[in-house]
Structures are given as C-alpha cells and as structure tokens.
C-alpha cells in the first residue's frame, strides 16, 4: 500500500539531530532533508466530492512516504509538521509558509475523535461489530479505525510544538486561537491518561507494542 517510508524516516531523523544540537555540524544534511520535506507537503485535496467517496481533506498534511502517495495521516502530519519546525529553529527561516503549517494543523484537528484520541487514517465512523467483517487472518480490528496512543501523542506534541513555534516566531494564528488548540491537546492528554492500564504501562497497536507506545508518549 506504499511507495516507501521515506517522510516518515526523515522526519524523525530531523528531529533527532535537531535534540542533539549538533545541527550545525550536519547543515548539508540537514539542507536536503529540508528540501524533502517541504516537497513532500500535500498541496491540495483530492478531487471533489470528498464525501461521495468517503475521502478526508488532504491539504497540507504529510503522507508516509512522498507526495505521490499523497494519503493523509494524523501522525505522519504531525511528525513532519514537527520536522519542518525543527528545520526551522536550525535555519532562523521557515522551511514551509506559516500558512502551510495552519493548513496542517486543520488537517489534525480534523483527525482528533469525540473521545479526545486520534486514528490513524480516518475519524472513527462506526462501531466495532463491524470487524466480524474483517476478512484479514493477520490483522484484527482494521475495519474500524480507532484512536491510539502512538498516533494521539504525535497529534499532542505537533499542536504543542505549532503554539511554540508561533511565540518564539512573535506570530499569531487567526485560524486557531490559543484557546482551541489548547482544549485539543486537553482533550488529547485526558484520552491518553484513560487508556493507560493498571501497570503503568500503554499498549500500542503500532510499532514494538508497550516500547513503541511509551516512546511516543515525549510530552
């Protein structure tokens, strides 16, 4: 179902360097893995009508992989949101226009549940009965898609990251008060806190289970 996982890999490689502070001694790499990265942005939705094929808006989220593969993800948008601020903080200059960035977080606002959580592809639609109808003997529960911790911590800490981003940068985003996307992230922690089992411990779906989902939990 995809072309790579290259968005998703540079992403998390930016980040890296950018929390060693050795960014200036990887300027060259990091330069590229900006360029990657502003060109991977989705540029516009897919065409109309979005609810006669059941498609979410597009419009600048990051895909898995490349813009060619172009499918929106909470956290693949969230995390190359949180690239190209990092990329930024090195640089003293944006990677993508302030008016990509609010695109993006339309884009995850619009992922975030009811229950405070984020999925993965869609918002969940309907109810778990359905996955009698999961024809899969590998994967469970794919019919439905569900809010997670891995996906609701990347969506929590690229809002975090965009209201940061706008105080040290002196910018204001008329699109999305303070108010609100504090009341996303509010929601978004609350949804986390409640799923997490008597152990101490959260299970993650995605990744290597209770490591993968502890080690996005960088709030």
């Known amino acids: ?127 778990a009965a359905l996955e009698l109808l999961n024809p899969a003997e590998t994967f469970g529960d794919i019919i439905v898609d569900y809010s997670y911790v891995e996906c609701s911590s990347a969506c929590i800490t690229a809002v975090a990251a965009f209201l940061t981003h706008c105080d040290r940068a002196g910018l204001q985003s008329a699109r999305f008060p303070r108010a609100r996307l504090e009341e996303a992230m509010r929601r978004g922690t609350a949804f986390i806190r409640s799923i997490q089992r008597a152990d101490g411990s959260w299970y993650g779906p995605w990744g290597v289970c209770f490591t993968y989902a502890r080690w996005m939990l960088r709030m």
């Open 1 to 127: 179902g995809y072309n790579g996982s290259q968005l998703w890999d540079t992403a998390f490689a930016v980040q890296a360097v950018a929390a060693t502070g050795l960014g200036p001694k990887f300027a060259p790499c990091l330069r590229r893995a900006a360029a990657y990265v502003e060109a991977s942005q989705v540029l516009a939705d897919a065409a109309p009508p979005l609810g006669k094929y059941c498609r979410h808006i597009s419009k600048g989220a990051w895909p898995f992989s490349t813009q060619d593969h172009g499918w929106p993800i909470s956290d693949c948008s969230s995390e190359g949101l949180k690239a190209a601020i990092a990329l930024a903080r090195e640089f003293g200059e944006p990677v993508v226009s302030f008016a990509r960035m609010e695109d993006c977080m339309n884009v995850i606002l619009s992922y975030q549940n009811r229950g405070g959580g984020w999925a993965t592809y869609e918002n969940t639609r309907s109810f």
